[in-house]
């Protein structure tokens, strides 16, 4: 998406309604990933038609699979059994770090992977050294040339891996390496987020062997092969807080009877105490907010999960700038994850940030501003700011927009909301060909 696109927010009334959640980003794009660890057809459903889960699809394309998206439904066809190669380069890498996630089910594939490097990292330092480390520890040596991290195993050995923070992607590729390797991989201080869970529970399809033991310890117990699955991809627990947070911020009233409750319950929890009223359904299935006419200023820390979600802390902080009182949101996952704090200001808000921590004074009214999107999440929060704000907002950077939600414009415009996504010509007619079509040719054409 070029840089003039952009989207438009006006003030809008009260959010309310019933809506449909799509499955999760953060899910769909390591369980693509995981299929190369079978040699088959599978088939995933619910799942987003959102840049990032293209970007997922185009590099199992490079790698050989054969795929057909059936955008509209949903539905995900990947075939494995024509992967041939075990090549990341830098153009699909450096458009999503999350491309790292091919790293593991490559090396118990070919006992190689090569992947170029996100931009201007280096092995041994940030962001994935967590990775790397962890891989060395199982067999695995990493020449790094160019712009290349070449990775090889003769055999990958099992071992007891200690993670000194609960790394969501780490985790994830650890395990999907394990899977295939003989003997017992212990992961000690694993990320379990629903996500992870949701991983976990694709592989146990395929016929992988996985337990969890208390407190946070993943077991993996290596077989021979796995097979292709048929899955459906949870709720997006991230559509859910946006939806919720939109009837929050506008005073309205949503319902979402796909939302799993039990995976969001520090951020309901915060919502209650801003004093927002959470109807739970049945089994923690389905969850409803009816928005006080009086918000109240509430403070979290984001943590790994089951804490309050890194992924929402800038929505919420949006929500807050109305709330009375004064908030301090701290940020401990991600360094420099406030950068939305001065696209809100623009707006009226009144949030002073000391080291990585945010404080937010409450004011009575958000005035609508020209913003920039500088994360995925950040947009959510500029859109989130925009239905409350007096007049428009013009938000650009729509690309992380688009990288992260499929359709949640179109979502908030049918529950009363008004957001529309404004691109060149040129730019309309592959957003056309993304929404209204079925088929896995006119889909790809837009990568
Ligand atoms: C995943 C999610 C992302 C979410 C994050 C935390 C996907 C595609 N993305 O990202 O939306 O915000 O979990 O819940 O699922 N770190 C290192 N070295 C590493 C790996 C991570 O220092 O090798 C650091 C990161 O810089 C960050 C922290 O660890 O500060 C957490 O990162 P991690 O849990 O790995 O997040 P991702 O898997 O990248």
Redesign the pocket.
């Known amino acids: 998406m070029p840089d003039r696109a952009y989207i438009a927010i006006e003030h809008s009334q009260e959010i309310s309604g019933s809506m449909e959640l799509i499955g999760a980003?953060?899910?769909v794009?390591?369980i693509i990933a995981s299929l190369l660890l079978t040699r088959g057809k599978s088939r995933l459903t619910n799942v987003p038609a959102s840049d990032?889960v293209l970007q997922m699809i185009k590099l199992m394309q490079t790698l050989g699979a054969e795929v057909f998206f059936y955008a509209q439904e949903h539905v995900l066809e990947i075939d494995t059994s024509t992967v041939t190669k075990w090549h990341v380069g830098a153009d699909i890498m450096k458009k999503m770090?999350?491309s790292i996630?091919a790293m593991g089910p490559l090396l118990a594939r070919f006992g190689k992977a090569d992947v170029a490097l996100p931009g201007g990292c280096a092995i041994g330092e940030?962001?994935?050294?967590?990775?790397?480390?962890n891989f060395k520890k199982m067999g695995v040596s990493f020449d790094e040339s160019a712009d290349y991290l070449s990775a090889r195993a003769e055999l990958l050995h099992p071992n007891r891996i200690v993670l000194e923070?609960?790394?969501?992607?780490?985790?994830?590729n650890i395990i999907m390496a394990a899977t295939l390797t003989p003997g017992i991989t212990t992961i000690i201080n694993a990320?379990l987020?629903p996500?992870v869970y949701n991983l976990i529970e694709v592989l146990r399809h395929m016929g992988a062997r996985i337990n969890i033991e208390a407190p946070a310890t993943i077991i993996i117990e290596g077989v021979a092969s796995l097979h292709p699955v048929e899955y459906a991809i949870i709720p997006d627990r991230?559509e859910a807080g946006a939806l919720l947070l939109a009837a929050a911020i506008t005073g309205g009233s949503v319902s979402l009877p796909q939302a799993q409750a039990y995976s969001m319950d520090v951020f309901l929890l915060k919502l209650e105490e801003m004093g927002h009223e959470i109807i739970i359904g049945p089994q923690g299935i389905g969850i409803t907010l009816k928005a006080t006419k009086y918000p109240k200023a509430v403070s979290f820390k984001t943590a790994?999960?089951p804490g309050f979600?890194?992924?929402l802390q800038s929505p919420m902080m949006a929500v807050l700038c109305l709330a009375e009182g004064t908030s301090i949101v701290e940020e401990t996952?991600?360094?420099n994850r406030l950068l939305h704090v001065r696209e809100l200001q623009k707006m009226g808000a009144q949030i002073k940030v000391e080291h990585n921590k945010a404080i937010i004074h409450g004011v009575e009214k958000l005035y609508g501003a020209s913003v920039i999107a500088t994360d995925?999440?950040a947009s959510c929060a500029l859109v989130l700011a925009g239905l409350a704000a007096q007049g428009s907002t013009i938000m650009t950077g729509i690309h992380h927009w688009t990288r992260g939600y499929e359709g949640l414009d179109q979502k908030l415009t049918l529950l009363g909301g008004s957001v529309k996504v404004c691109a060149s010509h040129d730019d309309a007619e592959l957003l056309y060909t993304k929404s209204e079509t079925g088929t896995s040719d006119q889909v790809m054409s837009r990568n």
């Not at 940030?126 to 480390?133: A, E, G, N, Q, S």
């Not at 923070?165 to 994830?172: F, I, N």
Request: without cysteine; hydrophobic residues 35%; proline residues 10%.
């Open positions: 980003k953060n899910a794009l390591v990032d770090r999350a996630l940030r962001p994935i050294d967590y990775h790397l480390k923070y609960p790394s969501v992607g780490a985790t994830e990320a987020e996500e991230l790994p999960y979600p890194t992924d996952v991600f360094e995925i999440r």
